[in-house]
């Protein structure tokens, strides 16, 4: 594939439901960032992967959120008992390089990200 | 942490005309600052980024500057057309972090026939 994957393109949930949202990166990217885009607001971040290590999970705004990466290349971004207030568009990027090495500071590459609603 | 402005929230010109949209930043030690274009629904697209070692950067009709002693930065847009309409977000990135973005609040840029 040539880009960031993500699955489902939309989600509705009732409030209390549980979700989970994929993310397949460009194949041989180390960095995997998750964010979220509330409308009409710039991407805020949420976690990061380096390989299959989550090495920054400081945006995660609760402990509903959990993400994973265990084989260090599809994501999977999980939200518990879904409240109205994470209605957002839920975007995944990739990037090259891991946060310290020679190839830092290369280009996140974005998914289309997943429209997330919670009746 | 890093907290990055973006202005103008909206801003319209005449196809042909050129677009400027400003950004500051309040970390001294970011030192990436890529700029993204997305159109309604669509993900985010890297159109131009430039590193705290370069001042200025072009690519075609797109060129960004970088001020690091007044921690600001621009994004040039010349002979403007009506598929540069979209909304455009500027972002930092801080070492010794992950290397998350933190992105400004988005421009809303209308190219008018």
């Known amino acids: 594939g040539a880009g960031v994957s993500q699955s489902p393109r939309y989600k509705v949930a009732k409030r209390g439901q549980d979700v989970a949202l994929r993310c397949d990166p460009i194949?041989?990217?180390?960095?995997l960032f998750w964010y979220q885009q509330a409308l009409g607001q710039g991407p805020e971040f949420l976690t990061y992967?380096?390989?299959?290590?989550?090495?920054?999970k400081s945006g995660l705004p609760s402990d509903r959120f959990f993400a994973e990466r265990p084989e260090g290349s599809v994501s999977t971004l999980k939200i518990q008992r879904t409240q109205q207030e994470d209605s957002a568009v839920y975007l995944c990027?990739?990037?090259?390089?891991?946060?310290?090495?020679?190839?830092?500071?290369?280009?996140?590459?974005f998914g289309d990200g997943t429209r997330l609603s919670i009746l | 942490g890093e907290n990055v402005e973006q202005h103008p929230s909206t801003l319209s010109v005449q196809e042909g005309d050129s677009a400027v949209i400003k950004c500051t930043y309040s970390?001294?030690?970011?030192?990436?600052f890529p700029w993204y274009k997305q159109e309604l629904g669509k993900r985010p697209q890297l159109i131009i980024d430039?590193?705290?070692?370069?001042g200025e950067k072009k690519d075609q009709r797109i060129a960004v500057t970088l001020n690091k002693t007044a921690k600001h930065f621009s994004l040039h847009i010349t002979e403007t057309q009506p598929e540069d309409s979209a909304v455009y977000f500027c972002?930092?990135?801080?070492?010794?972090?992950?290397?998350?973005?933190?992105f400004g609040s988005g421009t809303q840029l209308t190219v008018l026939p």
């Open positions: 992967f380096q390989n299959e290590a989550q090495l920054d």
């Open positions: 194949s041989g990217h180390v960095s």
């Open positions: 970390d001294s030690a970011s030192n990436y």
């Open positions: 972002a930092a990135s801080t070492p010794g972090s992950a290397r998350q973005l933190t």
């Open positions: 990027a990739s990037s090259l390089g891991g946060h310290r090495d020679s190839y830092s500071n290369q280009p996140q590459h």
């Open positions: 430039i590193r705290s070692n370069v």
